[in-house]
């Protein structure tokens, strides 16, 4: 039998029949109704005990993991908690941080499952000194769980009252995950330089190889065909453009997320000769892997971000018309994916040579 108390089985199963408002209502009446009194003081960096909500889409995540790393880095086992998808666990536990972290099954996260009631009693077996909820597009749920951590300092990405107290902008102006970064690293006074240091060198923990090692790898280049997070698919003729203007000094092998990634292109590596990966991209080792390889070429994927934020592995980025956001990093190569592909294979050969800049 269910663990959930009769009373709150009951109230959930009305409000499966509420209107948005009225769950809305309901969720704010739940957790406290008006938002408490505060005064605030421009002193987030010192609050001890942090509980971070964590991005919802994938590509937010890996550009929001590196603050992560370093909230995480000078705070005891007790004074920090993550709380993201259960899907994440991989590159969590990748990172070292699975053992700071609360992971949740999408699908349960319901008022009235026993699952839910979980998470919500784990959260409330600490004190919280500041909540980071980094859910763009938050669900009730989650907001209603932002606010039962009594943080006094509950910070969102848009103004969500009485969950949240901080906005970080309006709701009528638009920022990325990279601007939302770059505002918390001040705001918490951490140091950019030293932040994406510190994600490269957790990057290299699980190296196989040796640093002076030389590696079999080096003249293979990854090729992603995981589809972009917004523009048309690869097509077969690109694929093919690409891959033979980089013979025959350079070889690619393909990669993506999942098996059925790689079907739409299968006659073309065929042709090709081209090995792939099907596994690569949600494996426990992946940094292990990818830091065998020299480079990676990618759309704006949604595993392009984790190559730009968690690796130092020269990314090689084909763009369509409108300019992707990305930070100015040295680690980029960015070439029009309607442009003269031999042209691009000549560049990203001397990019990739090249040594990088010492800091």
Not at 246 to 268: C, G, H
Not at 333 to 352: C, D, M, Q, V, W
Request: charged share 25%.
């Amino acid at each position: 039998m269910s663990s959930v108390p009769f009373a709150k089985g009951i109230r959930w199963f009305y409000m499966r029949f509420f209107s948005d408002k009225q769950l809305r209502l309901w969720f704010e009446k739940k957790s406290g109704g008006e938002n408490e009194m505060f005064q605030y003081k421009p002193d987030i960096s010192n609050r001890k005990r942090v509980i971070i909500f964590l991005p919802t889409e994938l590509d937010k995540l890996f550009v929001i993991l590196p603050l992560a790393i370093e909230l995480t880095e000078k705070r005891k086992r007790d004074d920090v908690l993550i709380l993201t998808d259960e899907n994440n666990r991989y590159i969590l536990r990748a990172l070292n941080l699975e053992h700071l972290s609360l992971f949740y099954k999408g699908q349960a996260m319901v008022y009235g499952e026993n699952h839910f009631f979980e998470i919500e009693k784990k959260i409330q077996e600490q004190k919280w000194d500041l909540c980071l909820f980094l859910q763009e597009n938050a669900q009730l749920p989650y907001l209603y769980l932002a606010k039962a951590t009594h943080a006094t300092y509950r910070i969102g990405i848009k103004q969500e009252f009485p969950f949240l107290n901080i906005a970080l902008q309006s709701q009528s102006n638009s920022s990325s995950a990279y601007a939302t970064r770059s505002f918390l690293y001040k705001a918490l006074s951490i140091d950019p330089n030293k932040a994406e240091k510190d994600t490269v060198h957790i990057t290299q923990k699980n190296e196989r190889l040796g640093s002076t090692s030389k590696l079999s790898t080096s003249n293979a280049i990854l090729f992603n065909l995981e589809p972009p997070i917004s523009g048309e698919p690869w097509t077969e003729s690109e694929i093919f453009m690409i891959c033979k203007s980089f013979r025959p000094d350079w070889r690619l092998i393909t990669i993506a997320a999942t098996a059925e990634q790689f079907e739409p292109y299968s006659k073309v590596m065929e042709e090709l000769e081209i090995r792939s990966n099907p596994v690569l991209l949600h494996s426990e080792s992946i940094f292990s892997v990818l830091r065998q390889y020299p480079a990676v070429i990618t759309l704006n994927s949604l595993h392009s971000h984790l190559f730009l934020n968690l690796s130092n592995i020269k990314v090689l980025m084909l763009e369509q018309k409108e300019d992707f956001d990305i930070p100015n990093n040295k680690m980029i190569l960015k070439f029009s994916r309607e442009g003269n592909y031999y042209s691009f294979a000549k560049s990203a050969g001397t990019f990739i040579s090249k040594e990088p800049d010492a800091k």
